[in-house]
Each structure stands twice: as structure tokens, then as C-alpha cells.
């Protein structure tokens, strides 16, 4: 244990207490540390701090833990007690010792235990009839015997927080290195940090470091705007009557070339200017089909890996009052990264064969997909794709193909548009049009 904590020095992290040496005994040993100020995991989680916050910290933790498995090392991210919150605002493991049993899958493990517990102020890896661990209760439990989602205890928490905070904890769900929680933290925490904007050079304005003369009459300004457009007109007009000629004079080079003459007037010779008219095909219509809308009369937040996103305003989308809208949650990442896709479940007020889908929407670029589903209560696998599209903004037609009747519908979103730099969509109304 003493060697592998060892090993730890050659680590400069800011998630990481610098070891300065390690002392061996007859019945033990000693690790000297620098000295992290700041405050323990369970004072700061006393305070409930924001997630943002909670993210930024933890990702120093996890970078720390990257860097030691690249040099095949770990450090053993086991108990609240042994991290502290500096004065930066980093996540540093203040007392590190790896143990010996401690590897790569224990630390990702360890990092969603700290992050879970700075967001709850509960500790995830401890069985709820244990009692307080470094300060802190067990976390409560769900059906299935993992401990209870983030966003259920706080449902402001963004989705990408709220999963890599549980879904670390769980072997099988896809988080298994400290790299990919790194990266998904440093995305839920860039949307907090500000960008630096290089001042605009105002026209009038002229900077120190710059030669020259800066125009500063307005009146010589307007003049010298004008006068630029004039000339680009100009220059157009030229430019498209030099290519008109060349043409024409390489048409008459090629006719006088190969030896042949025409008496018919110039104006009616052709040039390959023009195609010749040709007859028009006919074509057979395609039988109408006599359609009539359809309403819906329930709608759910069809969300088959997490919790349901706003799930209080998803009836917005069939109230009929385009002001009103249902908006998915705020994502750091795009899907599938961790959520392969979210939805609206609705429900017709009678089965229908399905022409016709109309979303209203101002998240542009957003794709969907229009499934049929054997009931309310479903998966994805049993539902099936009748049609798909891209929204734009405002209504976007979505043109269905079902084989039969059906009464329930769902409007799977694959991709989300993009709304102040994060994948959000926003949905205002559906209605469905079907077959008479």
C-alpha cells in the first residue's frame, strides 16, 4: 500500500494532495501530505451547493484519478472523509493512500459516490440500515435496490449531473473510466464560464496600434459606401456581359469553323442557349385520399432511461394554445451519450390509420420520429417508425405511412435542437390527421 501511495507523487493535480513522503515502520506507516485548506465533503454538502458547482468540483477529483490510471495507478476514492473542498473550489483527495484493492472501476465508482453525496449530503455506497458514514446518512434506496436518482432528491439538478452521479456508482451502465467522467463534468460545467469577447473596432475609431487615418466626417463615410456599391454593381453588369459575349463568339468560331452557313435569321438560329420544347409526359393522379383530423386526448413523457423531463407541462402540446409549450431538459451533451432519446406519448380519442402529423416548434433542427405503439405503457422495441423529419421552425408536416388503425402514438426525439448553446427542444402543439 505504502508503494503504490508512493507513486502518487509523481501526480501534479489539483484534485490530488501533493505526497511528500512516505515512512515506513515495524507496524505501519506514515503518508505526509501537503496540507489542503479548505473545507471537509460534508461541511460543504451541509450548505447544498449548486449543482454546476458540485460538477466543477468533482471533475478536478476525476482528472486526478485519470492521470493516476494512465501511469497504471489508483487512489482509492473510498470515504467522504478523506476529501476536502479547497479553497479553489476543487474536489482533492487530502489524505490519499491507495489501497490494495483499489483499481480503476472502484475509483469511477468513488468519484459518482462524491459527487452524489455533495449535491444530497447522502453517502451512496452505504447500506441503508448503516449508520452515518463521515458524517453523512445512507442514501435512501429505490425498487431495485440502487440508491435513489439525484433528480429525485433535487430536480433542479441537469440530466447529465443527475446520471453521472448515479450511474457511475453502477458497473454496467457504461461509465468506466474517470476520462469519460472528466469530460462529461467539464461540459456540464463549461455552461457556467464566461467568454472573454475582443472588443469591435467601431468604424471612426482608430486604434493606437494601427497606422493610418480613420474616416471620421459621417457625410465622407456615407459617400464612400455609396461609392463602394456603385462600383460592385458595376462590376457585376461587366462581368456578366464579357461572359454573355465569349459565349456567343464561341458559338459563331465554331459554326464558321466547321464550313456551314445558314440563311435563317440570326434572331431564329439557335445558339444552345435554349433546349428545345419537348412533348409533355402524362402522368396518372394519384387517388385523393379524404382525410380528417384527429385529436388526442392524454399525453405522457415517454422517457424509457431516466426520469421523465417537465412531465407537469407535457398536456401544453395538445391544448390547442400555441403559447403554451413543453420543453425537454437542458443536456450537456447530445444523444445517445447517456440518454438515447426522449418523448411524448399520446394517446387518440379513437384508433385512427395516421396521414399526416403537424408539430409546432422553435427549436429548429430538432429530428423526430413517429412510432405507432401497441399501448401507452411500452418500450421502444415494440413500437414501430411510421415517419420522420427535421423540424424547422414553426409548424413542420411530418407526411405517415400506417398499415392499420391505432390509438396510441409517440413522437420520439432522436435529436435535439440546439437553444442558448445547449440541446434543448420546445414543443408548442401536435395535431394528426387520418384517413376518413
Known amino acids: ?10 501526480i501534479n493535480s489539483p484534485g490530488l494532495a501533493r505526497v511528500l513522503d512516505v515512512v515506513r ?13 479548505g473545507r ?27 492521470a493516476a490510471h494512465r501511469t497504471g495507478g489508483a487512489l482509492s476514492i473510498d470515504h467522504p472523509d478523506r476529501v476536502r473542498i479547497s479553497i479553489n473550489g476543487d474536489a482533492v483527495l487530502a489524505f490519499p493512500a491507495t489501497l490494495a484493492e483499489a483499481d480503476s472501476t472502484s475509483d469511477v465508482r468513488g468519484l459518482g459516490a462524491m459527487l452524489y453525496a455533495l449535491i444530497t449530503a447522502r453517502w451512496p455506497l452505504a447500506e441503508p440500515s448503516a449508520g452515518p458514514v463521515g458524517g453523512l446518512l445512507p442514501a435512501g434506496r429505490d425498487a431495485a435496490g440502487r440508491p435513489i436518482e439525484v433528480r429525485v432528491i433535487r430536480p433542479e439538478v441537469p440530466f447529465d449531473i443527475s446520471a453521472v452521479a448515479t450511474r ?3 458497473s454496467e451502465s457504461g461509465i468506466r473510466t474517470a476520462a469519460t467522467v472528466q469530460h462529461i463534468l467539464d461540459q456540464a460545467s463549461v455552461v457556467n464560464d464566461k467568454t472573454e469577447m475582443i472588443p469591435a473596432l467601431r468604424l471612426g475609431h482608430r486604434d493606437p496600434g494601427m497606422s493610418g487615418h480613420a474616416l471620421t466626417d459621417p457625410e465622407a463615410i456615407e459617400a464612400e459606401k455609396k461609392k463602394s456599391t456603385r462600383m460592385l454593381a458595376a462590376l457585376t453588369a461587366l462581368g456578366v456581359f464579357t461572359v454573355i459575349v465569349l459565349i456567343l463568339l464561341g458559338v459563331w468560331v465554331a459554326s464558321f469553323l466547321s464550313g456551314s452557313s445558314s440563311d435563317t435569321p440570326l434572331s431564329e438560329q439557335n445558339f444552345g442557349l435554349t433546349t428545345e420544347a419537348t412533348a409533355p409526359t402524362t402522368t396518372s393522379a394519384a387517388p385523393v385520399v379524404a382525410t380528417a383530423p384527429v385529436k388526442a ?22 391544448d390547442g394554445n400555441p403559447a403554451t409549450e413543453w420543453s425537454t431538459d437542458s443536456y450537456f451533451q447530445p444523444f445517445p451519450s447517456l440518454k438515447n432519446g426522449v418523448g411524448l406519448m399520446l394517446t ?23 412510432r405507432s405503439a401497441p399501448s401507452a405503457d411500452t418500450t421502444l422495441d415494440q413500437t ?40 434543448q427542444t420546445s414543443i408548442s402543439d401536435i395535431s394528426f390527421t387520418a384517413a376518413r
Not at 500500500?1 to 509523481?10: E, K
Not at 515502520?25 to 489542503?36: D, L, N, P, Q
Not at 447544498?48 to 466543477?56: D, E, F, K, V, Y
Not at 387518440?348 to 413517429?370: F, M, Q, R, Y
Open 1 to 10: 500500500m505504502l508503494s503504490r501511495t508512493l507513486r502518487l507523487g509523481r
Open 25 to 37: 515502520g515495524s507496524s505501519g506507516g506514515i503518508v505526509v501530505a501537503e496540507w489542503t485548506p
Open 40 to 66: 471537509s465533503l460534508r461541511e460543504m454538502a451541509e450548505t447544498t451547493p449548486s449543482p454546476i458547482g458540485a460538477a466543477r468540483a468533482v471533475r478536478s477529483l476525476a482528472s486526478a484519478a485519470e
Open 168 to 170: 457511475a456508482l453502477q
Open 297 to 318: 386526448s392524454r399525453v405522457t413523457v415517454f422517457s424509457p432511461q431516466g426520469t421523465p423531463d417537465q412531465p407537469a407541462t407535457a398536456k401544453n402540446v395538445i
Open 348 to 370: 387518440l380519442e379513437n384508433a385512427a390509420t395516421l396521414k399526416n402529423v403537424s408539430i409546432t416548434s422553435d427549436s429548429p433542427g430538432t429530428v423526430v420520429e413517429i
Open 384 to 423: 414501430k417508425e411510421i415517419g420522420s423529419a427535421t423540424l424547422k421552425n414553426g409548424v413542420t408536416e411530418i407526411p405517415v405511412t400506417a398499415d392499420s388503425a391505432n390509438q396510441y402514438v409517440l413522437v420520439w426525439i432522436t435529436e435535439l435542437g440546439t437553444q442558448s448553446g445547449q440541446n
